[in-house]
């Protein structure tokens, strides 16, 4: 079994990820438009019919500004928190709204989506696993602070999208007003590029292929301190940054990627152009 993965973007700009095998597939978030989702799902020769609903991890714009449109044109559940779906001012047909339990998993097709709260700014945030048999990849963005929960399932993961929103010193320098800068890194914000390789270096399992790194900041990161930071420890990790302008390649994730000398395929086989 495998799945395959892919960010159409990540970002203060829009977020919205893809995680799918070659029946099922869901995405975390939807924060780009329907046609740009379209569009992206397209230049990488997915299948828009194979998504067959859209989790929802807290409510602000660039977590659902495209939500509404994609959900009606293909008619996709979404998974929500009735707080989440009131905060968000949200007005989806009544038939596709679902709401979900923290910890309690749901079954969509052959994969099962886990959701558990996350500490952000928001009025019910949740982080999600997604699994096809035993392959697990997480999503983990829009994170305060590293809670026990996100260590817990971070350990489970074949391959995640993690956090590595700011680096420490460009924040501190940088021209924000202070009240930004403390929303950023006061502990409800995002994760910095110091923390999320702290959960990456003390809590990765041996089986991690891929780690995604993502919702980077356009003030203060860049792809380039990010990926030379995280590069020094990778081991057999496959790291990516994520883009908050175009998608990533889609990277096969099985459950055998290091118990053989292949690496795992993207399996895009033209290069997109990140940044």
């Not at 817990?152 to 590595?164: D, M, N, R, V």
């Not at 057999?236 to 883009?243: D, L, Q």
């Amino acid at each position: 079994m495998s799945l395959h993965i892919t960010s159409l973007n990540s970002g203060s700009n829009g977020n919205c990820y893809y995680i799918g095998n070659h029946t099922d597939a869901v995405l975390i978030d939807a924060g780009i438009s329907c046609r740009e989702t379209e569009r992206r799902i397209k230049r990488l020769g997915l299948n828009i019919k194979n998504i067959k609903a859209i989790f929802i991890s807290h409510e602000h714009s660039d977590h659902i500004s495209g939500l509404t449109v994609l959900s009606k044109k293909y008619q996709l559940p979404v998974y929500i928190t009735a707080a989440t779906y009131k905060s968000g001012g949200l007005n989806l047909e009544k038939h596709l709204i679902n709401p979900f339990t923290e910890d309690k998993p749901v079954n969509i097709g052959t994969l099962t989506i886990t959701p558990f709260q996350k500490i952000h700014d928001a009025v019910h945030p949740h982080s999600f696993t997604i699994a096809n048999g035993k392959v697990t990849v997480g999503v983990f963005t829009d994170i305060g602070l590293p809670c026990q929960k996100l260590m817990h399932h971070f350990k489970q993961c074949h391959a995640a999208f993690l956090e590595a929103n700011y680096d420490e010193a460009m924040l501190h320098y940088g021209n924000y007003p202070v009240y930004l800068k403390k929303r950023i890194s006061g502990g409800e914000g995002h994760l910095s590029n110091a923390q999320a390789l702290d959960v990456f270096i003390q809590h990765r399992p041996k089986f991690l292929s891929h780690l995604i790194l993502s919702h980077l900041s356009k003030n203060n990161n860049s792809p380039e301190i990010v990926e030379q930071l995280f590069r020094q420890h990778a081991g057999k990790t496959e790291i990516i940054v994520a883009s908050r302008y175009k998608e990533t390649n889609v990277f096969e994730i099985n459950i055998n990627a290091h118990s053989s000398k292949q690496r795992i395929k993207a399996i895009t086989q033209q290069q997109l152009s990140l940044f």
